[in-house]
């Protein structure tokens, strides 16, 4: 990273320190826990944003983008999922960014796509967690996510023995064949557990990582509650195949997010802005 970028990304970080803003980790329902006291969440979850150490300007994004949605159904926490760190100024801007937002998990694992880094974060999680959640989501970098359509999509579904998401091939309508696509997809705690104690997904681990989850429940005859959220969930127009159409209105996630143009159209569509209030202090 060349020298004049760390010093503006670390000016950055010190002003979020002496602004002293509520730190991001609890992004959305506390917030609206604390408004709307006789609404008590129903449940927790908790989202891991899989990505990579370096990609600091894109979590600042995420935390934009998560930090202004609420649901007063479920206590959720957004956290960003990494393997081990390699580089000097990682370990400075990380310890910044962890300091300042306490929404980061950092695997023990070398950065990698289909070695073992989705059996490493599920398999972790019951043992450096201080709490359990109700569920546990793994969610791409390039996945927009409406928090308050998923807690309602959540909400009668059963806390136990659950696997969520989009079932692939795309023009399946079976969540119980095949497996969901690693777009966004949720286990319920008992699973996740159960990944990091059984020995079905600790000697297969090496592959393309979300089919193997499927393998995993399959063999373990685990997951006998299962949801495909279509058409809620989907990649972004005109990216891939059958797995993509427009945007609508009941849309929990929009995968496959990879320019400005993209998220800058997925945004304006879901109005996503409409809440800023006018102030005499700018002009929008």
Known sequence: MPSLAIVVYTIFILFSFLVKSPPLSSFNTTTATTQTPLLQPRFSLLIGILTRADKHEHRHFLRLIYGIQSSPLALIDVKFVFCRLNKVEQ??????????????????????????????????????????????????????????????????????????????????????????????????????????????????????????????????????????????????????GRCSHDLIPGTVAVHRLKRWDQWLHVLNFFNVTNELKNSTLYTI
């Not at 969540?175 to 969901?180: A, H």
């Open 91 to 240: 370990r400075v801007l990380l310890s910044l960014e962890i300091m300042r937002f306490d929404d980061i998990i950092i695997l023990n694992c070398s950065e990698n796509m289909n070695s073992g880094k989705t059996y490493t974060y599920f398999s972790s999680l019951p043992h450096i967690l201080l709490r359990r959640y109700d569920y546990v989501m793994k969610v791409d970098d390039d996945v927009f996510l409406r928090l308050a359509p998923l807690a309602v999509s959540l909400e009668p579904l059963p806390r136990l023995d659950l696997y969520y998401g989009f079932v692939i091939p795309c023009i399946s309508m079976n969540p119980y064949k095949d497996y969901m696509s690693g777009m966004a997809f949720l286990l319920s705690w008992d699973l996740v557990e159960w990944i990091g104690s059984s020995d079905i997904p600790a000697n297969d681990s090496n592959g393309p990582e979300d089919k193997l989850v499927g393998n995993w429940l399959n063999r373990g005859q685990k997951a006998k509650n299962r949801f495909s959220n279509k058409p809620a969930m989907y990649d972004y127009p005109g990216t891939n």
